[in-house]
């Protein structure tokens, strides 16, 4: 391991977890050392499917141990906060799946201890780091479809009603918004700036969360977002970046989109393929390597203002469709 080596410590071995480790070998600089579990044989299983030195039956565990540098947490959104707030307190640095947490109030104190104790914290949104979208933007920067006003983007699954389905489940942050919504409202945040307004209609699963959702942001000067999230159906997942000459389809799934077409006016539209690397979880990983190389506690291109700005919209179009998202209250251990 060369002095440079990232070593990262999983928290929470699921499903999503188990699909980022595929892209561990191709990153130079970056070594999976540890995982951990509140189940010590789901650990271990974990540690011997991937090839993975350390297992943990505890996150207390991991956080306090020396063998990590690094966490990725990958459990539900309430059980965020109480590993991330540890995790800086023990001084390791985090990557923290979206949503970041199930509350404002519980980004804005994660966001404020990262900052106050000069520790690296950063939202896993793959999305901003996936090179179609550089290139998106890239292209936007230089004004290629002039100033972009509108933002229009949807993404849905067909998950049939399951109330023991995480998603299904208010405990654990269960509902679309969280889980889709993130997606299509970082997207327009990161686009258009930070919304004024935000409108949202939608339904209820009879656990309470919510199962579908439009939502228009609004801002001062006119500009609009558009953004349609369903767990009641599977749609296209695309969407389109408007300007005043021109737009930017990023073509589905926009998330982790492998081309964009650009139309111009005047010129025929043209298509860009920039694949990612890998299934594109690498990319996340990389910002956060050369982040903690250069020294920087923050990423410029997913900081924890937006983040929060994110969680604070999110929050609120529940809030307006009768959903209240709490933070996990269990104890870390």
């Not at 480790?21 to 299983?45: T, Y």
């Not at 953004?227 to 926009?254: N, Y």
Request: proline share 6%.
């Amino acid at each position: 391991m060369s002095a440079q080596t990232v070593r990262w410590g999983i928290v929470g071995p699921g499903r999503i977890a188990a699909k980022v480790v595929g892209d561990f070998p191709l990153l130079p600089d970056a070594e999976l050392a540890a995982v951990a579990s509140r189940s010590i044989d789901r650990a271990r299983a974990f540690a011997a499917e991937h090839d993975v030195p350390h297992a943990f039956g505890s996150y207390r565990e991991l956080v306090e141990s020396d063998v990590v540098d690094a966490l990725y947490l990958a459990t539900p959104h309430p059980q965020h906060l109480v590993v991330a707030e540890a995790a800086l307190r023990a001084g390791k640095a985090i990557l923290v799946e979206k949503t970041f947490t199930a509350t404002v109030a519980g980004a804005r104190r994660i966001r404020d201890l990262s900052r106050s104790l000069g520790v690296f914290a950063m939202e896993a949104m793959w999305t901003r780091f996936q090179p179609a979208v550089v290139r998106a933007r890239e292209l936007i920067a230089d004004g290629a479809i002039g100033e972009v006003r509108q933002v229009q983007a949807d993404l849905g699954v067909d998950r049939p009603y399951d109330p023991d389905d995480r998603l299904f489940d208010p405990a654990q942050g269960g509902g679309a918004m969280l889980d889709l919504g993130v997606y299509v409202v970082s997207l327009a945040q990161h686009v258009l700036g930070d919304p004024d307004t935000v409108a949202v209609t939608g339904s209820l699963a009879p656990t309470g969360v919510d199962a579908e959702a439009g939502l228009l942001l609004g801002y001062a000067d006119g500009r609009a977002a558009s953004l349609l999230i369903s767990l009641r159906g599977q749609t296209p997942g695309a969407a389109r970046i408007q300007g005043t000459a021109g737009w930017i389809d990023v073509l589905p799934r926009f998330h982790h989109p492998r081309a964009i077409v650009l139309h111009r006016r005047g010129h025929d539209p043209e298509t860009i393929e920039a694949p990612p690397l890998g299934t594109g979880y690498s990319h996340e990983f990389l910002e956060v390597g050369a982040c903690l190389a250069a020294g920087r506690t923050e990423s410029a291109v997913m900081p924890l203002d937006d983040t929060v700005v994110v969680q604070e919209v999110l929050n609120e179009a529940c809030e307006k469709l009768g959903v209240q998202h709490r933070e996990d209250p269990t104890p870390l251990a």
